[in-house]
């Protein structure tokens, strides 16, 4: 079967740097997304990784290892505004998309 | 603002009871989406509209119907529901129906089936 692991909450300190893991098990690969999605509020895009690597946007940053079915979001610089779930999605190789049950991050003072 | 509006926003229903869910978007997108989320699990897609015709039916049952009049608007009809129905409907879009393209969301419906 297809399988997104990541874990269900993380609490980190405002300013401090977090890491949220992704790793899949998926027929296939054609690009991971990472979205953030707030409370009670849409899910939003925050990148597409397809090959390996670290791509960075800002305070978020992205990383994939598609030889280990691994990928991290990396956020910095922490803010009370980035507590939120951030959601791991990956593309099969039909180009489904098989999501990760999410993970909510606290963020505290 | 994602540039996709749900409405309504929170819905409270009867299991003999008949509504619906509205989505409209504003971006000139050619593919949308429904979605079913619950609490702690993973988003499971729902349909997939590509140009108004229904391309994905991910086995759903068929108290759940779906409508798409035109390429801006998306409604879910809902017929004799069960309480396991609860949960947030989140409705997409994106410019085509490749699933490489970012996906647009709406802030979802709350429905409670009692």
């Known amino acids: 079967g297809q399988n997104i692991d990541q874990p269900t909450e993380m609490t980190a300190t405002e300013g401090a740097i977090v890491q949220i893991n992704c790793t899949y098990q998926?027929?296939?690969?054609?690009?991971l997304f990472w979205y953030q999605q707030h409370a009670g509020e849409a899910p939003t895009f925050l990148s597409y990784n397809v090959l390996d690597g670290l791509e960075e946007k800002g305070r978020f940053s992205s990383f994939l290892s598609r030889s280990k079915g691994y990928s991290y979001l990396l956020l910095k610089e922490l803010q009370m505004k980035d507590s939120a779930s951030y959601l791991c999605a990956v593309l099969d190789s039909n180009y489904q998309l098989i999501w990760g049950a999410g993970t909510k991050l606290i963020i505290k003072p | 603002e994602t540039g996709v509006t749900q409405t309504p926003r929170h819905l409270v229903m009867g299991m003999t009871n008949k509504k619906s869910l509205k989505c409209e978007q504003h971006l000139g997108h050619n593919a949308m989406y429904w979605y079913k989320q619950s609490a702690k699990k993973p988003l499971e897609l729902m349909f997939v509209y590509s140009l108004e015709e229904r391309v994905e039916n991910n086995s759903v049952p068929s108290r759940f119907s779906p409508e798409c009049p035109n390429s801006s608007h998306l409604f879910l009809h809902l017929h004799t529901l069960q309480p396991e129905d609860s949960a947030l409907y989140l409705c997409a879009s994106s410019q085509g129906d490749r699933h490489t393209d970012t996906q647009y969301f709406g802030p979802g419906t709350r429905l409670t089936v009692l």
């Open positions: 998926t027929s296939g690969f054609n690009g």
